[in-house]
């Protein structure tokens, strides 16, 4: 049954492909394969800290941790995904830049990747493109879909900004964090959603640049 | 909303913590029932013990109610409209979009 979530994730594999292809500045050597590493890696701790979270033993069903679907948790994935990806290019400045419009390009395929998975939809709609699942009657809005657009133009906003010090990795958190916080409101939800840790993401996003900046932070200037 | 479950299914507990919220949730609109296929008693009392999942619960030995409905795997989840009818069937660990979308449905019928 999680075959169609290995649907979704080879699909982001290939829009980070092409992501890397079209925007190849600066990309560190075997880029896709370590953005692929990073995001496994991302996936796993996500799901154990899910796992602890909804009160199950990892060390006691450690088969549960490759049961995607029941759950991963999005802020212990996204750091995971961020400090995975700065310790194997080994280098916390310039790569996470260089890899951030693929990233987010990457993402957009994974939200695309709905389509195998049979689960776009969000709330009711009467939108004339609205959809309806099988034997209902309420259309409901295509919500994954309409986060995959928004993040394929995130992505291409992001590729399109100068090379200021983690602008792009900054702006691509932000972009990911905003358009997961404007499209869950379209969500139907039980637990209610990270919303929190979205508006973080779009905080940290926006400041990033400017830490970067600061005379302690990475991009500072060393005195003359 | 009926759930077939075994203790020994590793999917079904990744699901039953959702289950449990969502039975929280939509408890006083939807009826929440759980199926307990090709398992031993002691095995699924542990279970929900373990889980709560404080909802009526059907022992299913030889798998007859999933057999009947269809479905494979398990866990599998039903949904009946209000009036008795098999609206959709979910094979496998069901996400929280999913259960909140099939559960809103349900209760749009029911109104």
Redesign the interface.
């Known amino acids: ?2 075959f169609t979530l290995l649907w979704a994730v080879l699909t982001a594999a290939a829009l980070a492909w092409i992501g890397l292809r079209i925007w190849p500045e600066r990309v560190p050597a075997h880029a896709l394969d370590r953005l692929l590493g990073a995001g496994i890696t991302a996936l796993v701790a996500g799901r154990l800290v899910a ?1 602890i979270a ?3 033993n990892p060390l006691t ?1 450690p ?2 941790i490759i ?1 995607i ?3 991963v948790s999005t802020a212990a994935a996204a750091l995971v995904f961020i400090a995975t990806l700065a310790w194997t290019t080994r280098s916390v400045r310039d790569a996470l830049d260089a890899v951030a419009p693929a990233t987010v390009l990457a993402l957009a395929g994974w939200h695309a990747g709905c389509v195998w998975r049979g ?1 776009c ?2 709330s ?1 709609s009467d939108l004339p493109w609205a959809w309806a ?6 259309t ?1 809005h295509p919500v994954e879909i309409y986060t995959a657009t928004a993040l394929a133009i995130g992505a291409w906003v992001v590729s399109r900004l100068g090379w200021r010090l983690w602008a792009r990795a900054g702006a691509a958190l932000a972009v990911i964090s905003a358009v997961r916080l404007l499209t869950e409101t379209l ?5 209610g959603g990270p919303i929190a840790w979205y508006i973080a993401g779009v905080v940290i996003g926006l400041i990033a640049p400017l830490v970067a900046r600061a005379p302690w932070g990475p991009g500072a200037r060393a005195p003359t | 909303m009926v759930n077939v479950w075994a203790s020994w299914c ?2 079904c ?3 039953a ?2 289950l449990d ?2 039975h929280a ?1 939509y408890g006083d609109r939807v009826e929440f029932i759980g199926i307990d296929v090709q398992d031993s008693q002691a095995g699924a009392k542990q279970f929900l013990a373990e ?1 709560g999942l404080d909802f009526t619960h059907f022992f299913d030995r030889d798998r007859v109610i999933p057999n009947h409905y269809g479905g494979f ?1 398990t866990p599998i989840t039903f949904f009946f409209a209000p009036h008795g009818e098999l ?2 069937t979910h ?12 559960l ?2 349900v209760t ?2 029911g109104e």
Not at chain 1, 133 to 138: D, F, H, W
Not at chain 2, 91 to 102: K, S
């Open positions: 049954m999680e796992m909804q009160g199950v069903a088969g549960d049961v679907r029941g759950g689960a939809l969000g009711v699942l099988p034997g209902s009657q309420a409901r969500r139907p939800s039980i637990t | 590793m999917p507990r990744s699901e913590p959702l919220r969502a949730e889980f795997g609206m959709r094979n496998g660990v069901i996400d929280e979009q999913t259960l909140a979308i099939n809103d449905d749009r019928l």
